[in-house]
């Protein structure tokens, strides 16, 4: 058979989707157990998340220190031998502080839940904050933020958050030399107490799940006693965005880092999936329209991309890429040429169909394992969302025209509505 490589494959598009079933479970203490139960593999992933991000701070950087010690030492157990223990069971263990959230995350094989449970509890509920361990984990961070602070493209997100969200807004806030080394191990102490001992979690168990890998997660954790959850440290919903541009000028830099974007909503906003799809056709892909300017045609940058963030309680819209100094100017003129294009012009039918159909293929394709799965069910499971929100994901993508993309542009992506952030050098355009 002779293959004509002139004519593209037939292919079939998404229009629907149906996730597995989540079981939802009570620990004896009250605490839900969420199970994404898949037997394709004889492994796990346990998770236990705590209401204990960056929102919830006092102080700056008390979230991160507070996850991050529990692995340095209990009150049998020496950073050492905890890491030991977990490498003697082929176990991986990731502790995360986020904006919204915190979370103990353990890798295993099922056959070896029983041995690492103990583990895990040991952890939340004795960890001992050595002084020493705190000391060098202090000391690691100060050295990897430095390092950090010499980078634009990290600079550039830095400031463009703070311009979002505001500099003391927990979405806007960033890590500060001087916060972290006047560090003292007490308030990460005191966040440890008010947001993880014996405070209310949830958990997530995927993999080869049963009965048996339910009631030993019930043995372990569900006996823990609970105490009510801490208070968040912010009381608002926003921070308060600047809405200003901003230029660092690094005269001995040879690139610049442009970021450009503003503050926007969550997922429950009925723009979302406007938005969404409008991103994409943007710069959300390889073949969007500023991939194919900016990179394909100008030569200008190896990579430009566009994302639409979304957490808890605000979200945002953000354009990024990193150019030589002398072609700064130059690409912001091609990105507004881009969106000026998708607010005046109806995307071809064409074109959006191929984004669509990209969008459904990236959304299923990254539902392959139990804990990927899982990873989109916290979505709707943290942000209040509804449950069956994923499995309408598809239809709201596919609902998207070409007058919603150009009222999407028109009411949000318009000049007076994006911020400027560029870190490196700016010169006036010659286009």
Known sequence: MIVDRTQAPAYQAIHDIRLPAVETHTLDNGQPLYVISVDQQPVLRLECNFEAGSWYETQPNTSFFALKMLAEGTASRSSADISEYFDRYGAFLELNSGHDRASLVVYCLTKHLPAILPMVREMLTEPTFPEKEFNDLRNITVQNLRVNLEKNSYLAGVLFREQVFGSTHPYGRSQELTDIEGLAIEPVIYFYKRTIRHRPFRILLAGQAGIPEISLVNEILGQLPIEPAGTPAVLVSAGDSLNQSTFLDKPASVQSSIRLGRKLFTRQHPDYYNMLVTNEVLGGYFGSRLMKNIREEKGLTYGIWSSVAAFRHEGYFLIGTDVKKEFTQLTLDEIWKEIRMLATEPV???????????????????????????????????????????????ANLRAVTPTNIQETVNRYLLAENLIEVVVGGKQNSTN
């Open 348 to 394: 071809p039918a064409d074109e959006l169909e191929t984004v669509k159909n990209y969008m459904a293929g990236e959304f299923v394709g990254s539902l392959n394992t139990p804990f990927e799965i899982a990873d989109r069910f916290k979505i709707v499971l943290y942000d209040n969302l509804p449950a069956d929100f994923l499995n309408h994901h598809i």
